[in-house]
Each structure stands twice: as C-alpha cells, then as structure tokens.
C-alpha cells in the first residue's frame, strides 16, 4: 500500500470512528455529555486530522530517507506516529555530521567536539618576462607554484594541523602543529605547538591563498628571520574585542637536516582596530623580532623576487654578508576596509649585527609596500578581525552554480633597500591587475608588473628595467 492510499483509509477510518461515538452519545443522558457535534464540525475535524496525520508521515519518510514510493504501514494513530517519529530524529541527531561549506567533507561528531577534514591547494601558474637590457632575463614559462596537501581536526579545546607542500621541484613540510584553546586573564586565546606561520605584518601572517596578490609583499617576504616563514616552537595568542597580541619563541622550520645549531628567534606582533563598523574597518598593527643566528648559517638576508616567483633572475640581490650573529627587525602595518574598497600601507627594518674581515658591523635594510583594490561587484573584501590578516573572499553569484563570480581590481608599489650591506642592490615594482573569483574556493589571477632594479655586482650590474605578465589558477580547499 502506497501513501497516496494511506491518507483516505486514515481519513476514513477517523470519520467512522466519530459517527460510532456520536451513535453511542445518543444512548447517553443528555446531561451528562456535551452536544453532538454539526456535520460541518465533524467535516472539519476529520480534515484536521487527516492533515495531521499526513504532516506526520512526511516527516517519517524524511527520516527515514524519503522512501516516497515504497509501501507503507496501515495507518496509525497520531500519537503513535509521533513517538515513532520523535524516536527515530532523536536517533539520526546522535548520527556523524558531514559538511561541504568548506570545499572539501568535513567530518564531526553529532556535539561537534570531534571534526576531521583534508585540506590542500593547487596553483598553476604562467610568466612572460619583457624588455630588460639583459636579455637572460627575458624569459617565458609556467610552472605548479604549489600543490600543498594536508588534513586538520580538533579534539575539543585540542585542534592538530599537518600539512606538506611541493613547490620549486621540492617537498616541505609546512604547518605542522597542535593548538590548545585556553583563556588567559580571562580572554580567549590559544597556544601552538609546532611549526607554524610567523605572526608578522598583514601580508606576513597570511596565506598566499587570501593574498590579494600571487605573492606576498617585499615586507612579508624579506623582513624575516634567518630561519624564514616557518619556525618549530611555542606561540601565545590572545584576543580581544578587535585586537590580538602574539608572542613567540622558535627554532629553525623542521625541514633542518639536523647538522647544525638552529637560530633561536623571539617574536612578538599586536593588532587593534580603532574603529569597525558595518561601513569601515581600520587596522593598526606592530610587530619586532630579535633572533640569534648560528655561526656558518645560510639565507641570513634573502633575494627579492620582485616580478613574480617564476623568473628567478629578475631579482634584488642583497650582496654577500659573512659573520652575522644577531639581527633585530620591527615594523608597522595601516590598513582600512570600506565596502567593495580596500587599502594596505607595511614598513619593515631589520638591523644585521656580526664581524667579518673588516671587524665588527651593525647593518640595515629596509622595504615598504602600499596597495589598494576595489570589488566591481560579486564579494567585498575579506579581512579577519581577529587575527588581522586577509580571509578567504565570499562570492555571492559563484561561476560553478551559473553566475558571474566576482572580480577585483588591485595595484601595489613595493620598495627594497639593500644599500647598506656590501655590494646590496636596490629596487621597485608596480604591479596592476585582476583577480576573478570563481567561487569561495577558486580563482584566476592577471598581474602586469613594471619592475626596475639597480644591481652593484655581478652580471646584472647597473640599472635594469622591464614588465612581467603572469596568471594563476588557484584552487584551495
């Protein structure tokens, strides 16, 4: 029997009933029961409870996985149809829950102490290098800029990450740690444990996977320790009500070979904003680190990679320093969030300090950036408060359900100052250009950048200068 055949035999059955309890009313003193009811009483009822009884069973079927063509029990009452029912949505909400929000099944438990996800990201990348007077420089190409995999979950107030990355025809470990939430003088906060991302200016504390541009700014990308991005070691985070504080002690990321001394690095950021409001957000932030660098080791100051990450040639070498010991940086972040519009201004120093064969030094090198965007229509920009960094972009039409997605306009001036170290070159860049946001997950990125630099040594010696193209296809999940 099906449910289309249920619900006139439960009408039925429920009329029948009343017309047997009208009967037997009549054969009872008047005085003691109430009036028999009218025919359009009665009709009414039974259509009351017909309808009843068919809300029940549409929920039973839902339940039950919406069996809408399989055959159906007799008829019951509406009481026993309720405590079935009851039953079996107390049941499936002690089920395991799956979400795809996210871009990939997240997995948690029915009180959501437990979740398990993976997680990764694809970045292919294409570039086209023209008009340098060293005609090396000139060259075109494409490359997977990255392809990261990975998984995070939680245990209650314990979450975990662990994540690899293939870039540069290598495999490194990247974020590699464990959390525990807590509250300190009375405010949320957590601790980490492992290797994570330094806390360190906007563009430095953020994925490349919310970046606005393919590649962080020089500040994000330079003014950083010895040991890089990553470090193994303690962070303490707190935060407030639009405001966050970190303080971090590490060692080398964890892809040392285990050969040599590791640097030790003390570092500490903070973040407020002054006003945040529906129409505007305004961010202030500083952040200094202090490290201590092994004897013989490597990657004391970096190259800049100032016309994109494919062409390793068109670079602002910061010459050859031998002997550092210590360096301390510091910096400043501005920023301000007003509807489709954005604006990011970043400073850093940091002061080498150490002896060569000239005797003891104290050096400095410097790089600052500013940038702007503006969203056309489709998502509005994506900054977390609480952490203050960039956040993932929401698209409101998304390409992948036939809409437009969304797209952003962006420019950037970037500055990088290695005057000061031995044989250190100088540099600037302009870069223009698009993003397309397919959806939350995805989008395709176009810069045009008019770099110029100004080389001390070596083949590239003296003033250089030309434009870059590339694109890139991000997917992250």
């Known amino acids: 029997m099906n449910h289309s055949t249920v619900l006139p035999m439960a009408a039925l059955s429920v009329a029948l009933g009343l017309l047997l309890a009208s009967g037997h009313a009549d054969a009872q003193s008047t005085s003691s029961l109430p009036a028999p ?17 068919q809300q029940l069973e549409a929920r039973l079927r839902a339940v039950e996985g919406g069996q809408g063509t399989a055959a159906a029990p007799p008829a019951q009452s509406v009481p026993a149809l309720e405590t079935r029912v009851a039953a079996l949505e107390s049941g499936q909400s002690k089920l ?29 990348d294409a570039s086209s290098t023209d008009g340098s007077a060293v005609s090396d420089r000139n060259v075109s190409g494409t490359e997977i800029r990255s392809v990261r995999l990975g ?8 979450g975990w990450v662990v994540e690899g990355d293939f870039a540069d025809n290598a495999v490194a470990w990247k974020s590699v740690y464990a959390t525990l939430d807590h509250t300190l003088f009375g405010l949320p906060a957590d601790l980490t444990m492992g290797n994570r991302l330094n806390d360190r200016g906007i563009d430095g504390s953020s994925s490349t996977s919310n970046t606005p541009f393919q590649e962080r700014n020089v500040v994000g990308t330079l003014m950083l320790p010895q040991r890089g991005l990553f470090g193994v ?26 050969t040599d001394n590791d640097s030790q690095t003390w570092a500490t950021r903070v973040h407020w904003n002054p006003v945040d409001t529906a129409a505007a957000t305004l961010h202030l932030g500083a952040w200094a680190f202090h490290e201590k660098i092994p004897a013989g080791a490597s990657g004391v100051v970096r190259s800049s990679a ?21 360096s301390t ?20 120093t940091r002061s080498l300090r150490g002896a060569d064969a000239s005797g ?12 702007a965007g503006w969203f056309l229509a489709g998502a509005l920009p994506s900054y977390s408060g609480k952490a203050g960094t960039w956040g993932k ?27 000061e170290l031995p044989s250190g070159g100088t540099g600037h860049a302009w870069t223009l250009g698009a993003n397309w946001y397919l959806n939350d997950f995805s989008r395709v990125m176009f810069e045009a950048v008019r770099w110029q630099t100004h080389h001390r040594s070596g083949s590239a010696a003296g003033r250089d200068e030309g434009t870059t193209f590339n694109t890139r296809l991000q997917l992250v999940f």
Do not use: C, M
């Not at 979400?99 to 292919?124: M, Q």
């Not at 940086?329 to 850093?348: H, I, N, R, S, V």
């Open 96 to 124: 395991p829950k799956v979400s795809w929000a996210k871009g990939a099944p997240e997995f948690s438990s029915a009180d959501g102490n437990t979740v398990f996800r993976p997680r990764g990201r694809l970045f292919v």
């Open 37 to 53: 009811l009218s025919q359009a009483e009665l009709s009414r009822l039974v259509q009351q409870q017909a309808l009843q009884i």
């Open 329 to 348: 940086a510091y910096g400043a972040e501005l920023a301000g969030f007003f509807g489709p519009a954005w604006a990011t201004g970043e400073w850093g």
């Open 360 to 371: 003891r030094y104290d050096r400095d090198h410097e790089a600052w950036a500013i940038s």
């Open 151 to 158: 998984a995070e979950g939680r245990y209650g107030t314990l």
């Open 233 to 258: 070691g303690l962070t303490e985070r707190v935060y407030g009500k639009g405001w966050h504080a970190s303080l971090a002690v590490a060692g080398n990321d964890l892809n040392n070979a285990g």
């Open 393 to 419: 972009v929401k698209v409101a039409d998304p390409v992948t359900r036939g809409g437009s997605g969304a797209w952003e306009l962006k420019g950037r001036y970037e500055d990088v100052d290695y005057a």
């Open 306 to 326: 100032i016309a994109g990450h494919f062409n390793d040639l068109v670079k602002i070498t910061p010459g050859t320093l031998l002997g550092a010991e210590r």
